[in-house]
C-alpha cells in the first residue's frame, strides 16, 4: 500500500458515493420468511410460500368497536361498500346476506355439477320418486316457506345438500342486525382480501391506508361518536412490524450514538476526533448494506436493525488507534504496532460471521455479507484513511491518567480465577440441566409482533371462525386436473372415515371446483330431455303435485348437461372463489390442494385409512407441529454454523498465533462469557432463539479484540495502560451501544442488544481475569507483522 | 248509486257493533296486547292446511301448540308425519324422528324464520315491540271478534311472507292464516284446550 494519502482518501470518498447511491435506490424488506430455509423438501417450500404469499396471507381481519351495536352495523355496511368499490381488495365482506347472494347463485346455477348425489341413480324414475316423496315430507315442514321455492327448479334438493356441506364447514360467527359479530356482540367483523401477496409489504401498506381512510369516512357518514378501528392479519403485522424495526433501529441507534459519542467527547476532548472515529463506522454500515443490496437484491429489515449495532465492533477500530497514539508519537506509528491485533480481530469476527454466510438462509446470509463488507471496509478506513484525517499533534490525554489505576486492578484480577472457575462450572451445570429446553422451538418466538397485537388476533380470529392452523391434508400433483382428482380420491377415504366418527369432517377444494371428470360424469348421469320427462311422470304419478310443476328442471338439467365445465374463473367474486383460493394453489409449477380437518379423534386410524393413496401426492400434515418442526432444523442448522465459524475462528488464529497456549488465552474467557451470558439470560425466563444465537457470535466477534490486546500485553512495544485504557474505552461504548438496544420493544433487537451487552462486558472481564500477569512491557508481536 | 249506498251500509254495519257493544273504552292494539300478556301458559289443538301452488290438493297437518310466557312455544305435528317445532328464546330447534333429523337455529341467522315465529309466539304473548320489529300491525273488529294484519317491514321478510292474518276471540287466537310472497298460503286452525 503505497498510495499517496490524497490518492487513498479519493479513493475512499468514491466508495462511499457509490454506497451511498447503492443503499438510496435499495428495497427493504420484514419478511419473516427470509429467515427460513431456502433449500427446504417441496413440502416445506410449499408451506413456507403459502405463509407468504397465501391465501391466508392475504386475509386481513377488520374488527370495529366503542360504539352501540345500531353504529357498528351502519360502520360495517359503509366500510364494505367503501372497500369492495377499491381494487386493491379481491373480496371483502360483512357476513351481510347480500355478500352471499352470488354464493348462493352460483351454487344454484350449477348444484347438478357441484353436488356429490348427483349419479345415473339419482335419475331414474325409482331415485326420483324417492327425492319426491322427501319434498313432501319437506313441505309440510314448518320451515316449508323458506325451502319450497326451489321445488319446480330442483325436485331432488341438491341445493339443499350443498348448502348443508357448506354449513358443515364452518359454523360462521354470531350475527347482529344481519352482520357479523364478535360472539360478545361488541366488535363488527369484515373479511377483506387483498390482491398483493402478504410479502409485498409494500402493497399491504397502501391497503391498510386504505382501510384507514375508507374507516375515517365511513364515521364521518354515519355520524358515529368514538369508534375504535382495529385491523390484524399477516399482511398487517408485517407493515407494523416492519416500522416498528425501523423505528426502533433509528431511534435506538441515535440513542445509542449519543451515549457513546458523549463519552468519546469526554475522552477524546476534540469534536472532530469524535467525528472521526465514526467515520469507519459510517463507511463500514453503508458498505454493509450496499454489499448485501447489490448481492441479495433487497435488505432484511433485521439486517439492517443488526446493522446499526455494528458501531459495537466498528467504532473500537479508531478507539484503539486514537488511545493508543502516545504523545510525541503519530498515528501512523501506532498503526504499525497495533495493525496486525486490529487485522487478526477483524478477520476473527469475519470468520465467525462468514459460516453464517454459507448458511443456506438468506436472513442469516445477509447477516453474515454485511458483517464481514462492514467490518473489513471499517477497519480498512482505520488503517488507510484516518490517519491522514487526524489533526497534527493529537494524543488522548484521558487514557494517561486512567491507565496506573486499572494496571492495579489488572494485577490483582487473577485472584478471581477460581471464583470465576465455579461460576463456568456451576453455568455448565445450569445448561446441561436444562438441555433442550434452553431453547425456544416455536416459530412464534421470531414474531416481531408484540405478545398483546397477537392475543387480538387470535380472538378475532376465533370470532370469525377462520379455520386454526391444525391438520390438513396436502395434495400434490403436476396438473390442476390431476390435484383435484387426487383430492376427490381422498375426498371419499374422509367421507367414509367420517362416518366411522374418526374425523368430524373437511373441506375440499373439489367441493367448489369438482375435476373436469366428475363434472362430465355428472353431466352424463343427467338423461335426455325425453327420457327425463319420462322418468319424472313415471316418478310423479301418485304424488300429489300438480302436472307440470317441474317444467323448470326439466328444461335446466338440459341446460347443464350440455354446458362447458366449470373453472376457477366461474368462482370469481365469490366467497367460494375466496375459499377455492385458500384450498388450491400453483406454486412453482406444481399444484397443492389443501385439505383441513375437523376434529381427528383418532390419527392412527386416519394414517391408515389414508396409506392406501400414494404418498409422494398425498401428505398428511400438522402445520402448526410442521412448521415449528422447520424452525427446530433451521436453528440446529444455524447453531451448527455458528459452530462452525467457532472452529474458522480457532484455525485462524492458530495459523497467526502458531501456538495451542495463546490460543487458548484468546478463546478461554470467550467461552466462559458465552457461557455465563447465556445462563443469565434463561435466568431472566429467556429462552434462546436464532436472534440470541447469533449475538452469541457477535459476542465472540467483538471480545476476540479484547483477549487479543490483553494476551501478552498486546502488540509489541506498546505502553500497556494504553492498551488495557483503550480496551476499557471500546467495552464501555460496545456495552452502552448494545445495552441501549436492549430497551428495544421489537424483540429481535432487543434480545441482540441485551445479549451482545452482557456478553461484551463478560467478555472484557473474564479477559481480565484469565489472561496471565503482565510483567512489563512486551516486545514480543513482531512475528506478526 | 246503489253501489254507493251499498258501501254506506256496510261501513255502518261494520262499524257500528264496535262502538255499539263497548262504547266507554277505547278498544285497540294496545289493550289487546294487554289481554294477551296476561296468559302465562296455553295448549291447543291445531289443524293446517298448506294450499300450495305445487300440489294438487293442499296437505293437512295436526297436532299440538304449546306456549309458555315469554320465550317459549312448540308446535308439534302429529299428523300426516310427526315433527316438532321448538322455540326458545333465540333457538328453534326442529325435529324429525322419521329422518332422524334434528336441526338447532338461531333465529339472529335467520330473519325471515325469526319473523315469521314471532308473528304467533309475539302475538300469544302479547308482545308489540316484538310485533313492530317485523310487521305493520293493524287491527280490525272488536273483542270478542278481531282480526290483526301483520305486514313485513323489512325486504328479507318480504321476500318470503307479504301478511299474517290473525283470527281471535277476546284472548284466544283462532286461526293463523300466513300468505306466502309466492303466492302459497296456509291456514291454521287453533282450537283452545281448556285445562
Redesign the interface.
Known sequence: MTLPARARVGIWLGLILVCALVVARSQYSADLAAFLPSSPTPMQRFLVDELREGVVSRLMLIGIEGDDQKNLAALSRALTMRLEKSDRFAYVTNGA?DSLRADGEFLLRNRYLLSPSVTVERFTAAGIRDALE?Q??L????????T??L??RDPTGEMLQLLDRLQGQDK?P???D?IWFSADGARALLIAQTRAAGFDIDAQEQALAQIRAAFGDSVTEVQARSPRLVVTGPGVFAVESRSGIKRDAMRFSILGTLLVSAILLFVYRSVRVLALTLVPVASGALAGIAAVSVVFGSVHGVTLGFGATLIGEAVDYAIYLFTNTAPGSTPQKTLQRIWPTLRLGMLTSAFGFGAMLFSGFPGLSQLGLFSIAGLAVAVAVTRWVLPELVPPGYHVRTAAGLGPSLMRLLARAHHLRKPLLLLVIAAVAVLAARGSEVWDDELSSLSPVPLPVQQIDRQMRADVGAPDVGPLIVVSDDSEQGVLEIAEQVGLTLAKLQTQGVLAGFDSPAFYLPSVGTQRARQQAIPDSAELARNLAAAAREL???SG?FAPFLEEAQTVKRRAPLTAQDLAGTGLGLKLQALLAQRKGRWFAMMPLRDVSDVKALEAGLSKHDRSHVVLLDMKRELDALYHGYRLRALGFAVLGVLAIAVLLMAMLRSVRRCADVLVPLAAAVLVTTVILLATGTRLNIFHLVALLLVVGVGSNYTLFFERGGPGGADPQRIVTSVLFCNLATVIGFGVLGFASTPVLSAIGTTVAIGALLSMVFAAILTPPLPGPLTGYSELR | MRAFAAAIFLTLFTAVPAWAEEPAVQWGVDSLMQQLSAIKHSQARFVERKYLKVLKEPLELSGTLTYDRPGYLQKRTLKPKPETLTVADDKLTLENPGRKQRRVLKLQDYPAVWGFVDSIRATLGGDIKALERFYRVELEGQPANWRLFLVPRERTMKEVISLVRIDGHHARIDTVEVQEARGDRSVMKIQEEVP
Open positions: 346476506q322427501q313432501v315430507d313441505l309440510s315442514s314448518p320451515t316449508s316457506m323458506l319450497g321455492n321445488l319446480p360462521g354470531a350475527r347482529h344481519g300429489p303435485f300438480r310443476t
